[in-house]
């Protein structure tokens, strides 16, 4: 017989490896094979790979908090608390042989397709995409909340005591505070697991406040994973002192070591080079900005929501200063409704090169494209790439370019055509909507070019 176990607690520390030590111990003495792994404060530890899992007869998961069980989909499953493990392990390996088969349902099996997906992302790229999904949610609120202190007047946050000084200190002083340590500890969090979150954490406060920003915080993300991985392979202790690990070994020589590489090794260059950037994008105009505008808008069309897109928008929300509006960011949100809004209009122009299915798509384009969601170009895309991409590239590239040409700026990262209704919180806002709006009729009617007839 083979079994596999999942063992965990609320604070990941004793219990979680108690109770994998009493199952190992009872499946010697019944003479089965049992692999365990360890949810602890750590993070996971001899993990079950899908091909211990299909060879497992059954499977154990004695766990006080959540452990995902769509992976354990079609196996005989118990699940039980850890101190049932501890105190009859035995009993509980012959239990589970009679256990009843995991069946996942509709919301399991999503899960389990977007953990696949997730998978499939691989080294650096997966790592920076982690800290990024983590940071977009505090851009985002903190965008907002600057945009909406704009409408009682673009200086009204310096008049202590109002309103909108208030919702600057939340959004500015505090969310968007809290950017760069949120995207440096969810960096870190992806190569180390939760010890990496303090020193990536601690790194990335360190890179906010010493002026390396963004790329500093990046930077500060993948030393402290790479740290923490580091000293767990060169510090072993025995099983009675592996309680100190989390808590007290791992947080205290990371920290110190991340936070003095950023103080006196990191900090300095990073910081010239982040203050150089920042410099050449205020200064930046005429040529330049154009064509700074045309690649980012081509990027957020080229995989609509993929890689390319996000690392468009990463580097447009690095670009957001609190009180600021920013071109970039401008240029990026324009580029980013085009495509959904470009397919839209041509499905209600060439109602003969669309499909029934198609039309009804494309109604539902209009409320993603105004929304500033990409995405909503992606079925159109995947029925027909070759001619679909280039004219939402095309179209979203122009409006980028537009966009900086004309000097548009924006201070909030996400809304799409909404925050127009906010009052101060676009710069330059009829020629934004003018950069808009030809981007979209290029779209639309270059694909309309393309489409033939059905």
């Not at 499977?59 to 039980?80: C, L, Q, Y």
């Not at 240029?331 to 980013?336: E, H, L, N, R, S």
Request: charged share 15%.
């Amino acid at each position: 017989m083979k079994y596999v176990a999942v063992t965990a607690c609320p604070t990941g520390i004793a219990h979680t490896y108690m109770a994998a030590e009493a199952l190992q111990i009872a499946a010697k003495d019944l003479n089965v094979d049992m692999k365990v792994e360890t949810r602890g404060s750590v993070g996971a530890e001899n993990e079950l790979t899908a091909e211990d899992i299909k060879q497992a007869d059954s499977v154990i998961i004695a766990a006080d908090t959540n452990v995902p069980m769509e992976r354990f989909d079609g196996k005989k499953v118990i699940v039980v608390s850890v101190k049932d493990a501890i105190k009859d392990a035995k009993g509980l390996i012959e239990r589970a042989n009679n256990a009843a088969v995991q069946k996942s349902d509709l919301s399991d099996q999503v899960s389990a397709i977007k953990s696949a997906k997730k998978s499939e992302q691989k080294g650096i790229y997966k790592h920076l995409m982690t800290g990024v999904s983590f940071m977009i949610p505090f851009v985002v609120a903190g965008g907002i909340l600057i945009a909406i202190s704009f409408a009682f007047g673009i200086e009204a946050f310096k008049e202590e005591g109002t309103i909108a000084a208030a919702l600057m200190t939340i959004g500015g002083g505090n969310a968007f505070a809290l950017m760069v340590p949120i995207l440096a500890g969810y960096i870190a969090f992806s190569i180390a697991d939760r010890p990496g979150l303090v020193p990536g954490m601690v790194g990335g406060m360190l890179a906010a406040s010493i002026g390396a920003g963004f790329l500093g915080g990046i930077i500060a993300g993948f030393l402290a994973g790479y740290v923490i991985v580091g000293l767990k392979s060169i510090i072993k202790l025995p099983k009675t002192l592996a309680g100190l690990m989390p808590v007290l070994i791992l947080p205290v020589l990371s920290t110190l070591i991340v936070g003095l590489a950023m103080i006196y090794i990191i900090g300095a260059p990073v910081t010239a080079i982040n203050v150089g950037l920042n410099n050449w994008l205020k200064g930046m105009s005429g040529t330049n900005s154009v064509i700074l505008g045309l690649i980012l808008g081509g990027m957020m069309a080229l995989d609509m929501g993929g890689p390319v897109n996000k690392a468009a928008y990463a580097f447009a929300a690095g670009s957001l200063v609190a009180g600021q509006t920013s071109p970039v960011m401008a240029a990026v949100m324009a580029a980013g409704m085009v495509p959904p809004l470009g397919i839209a209009l041509a499905t209600t122009l060439a109602k003969n090169k669309f499909t029934i299915e198609e039309h009804e798509a494309g109604k539902a384009a209009y409320a993603l494209g105004i929304s500033f969601i990409t995405e909503g170009a992606i079925p159109f895309a995947a029925a027909d790439p070759a001619r679909v991409i280039p004219s939402i590239m095309l179209g979203s590239a122009i409006t980028g370019a537009l966009s900086m040409l004309f000097g548009c700026g924006l201070a909030v990262p996400h809304g799409g055509l909404f925050v127009l209704f906010i009052p101060n919180a676009v710069a330059n806002l009829p020629m934004y909507l003018i950069s808009i709006v030809v981007g979209t009729v290029i779209t639309a009617f270059t694909l309309m070019t393309l489409k033939k007839t059905i």
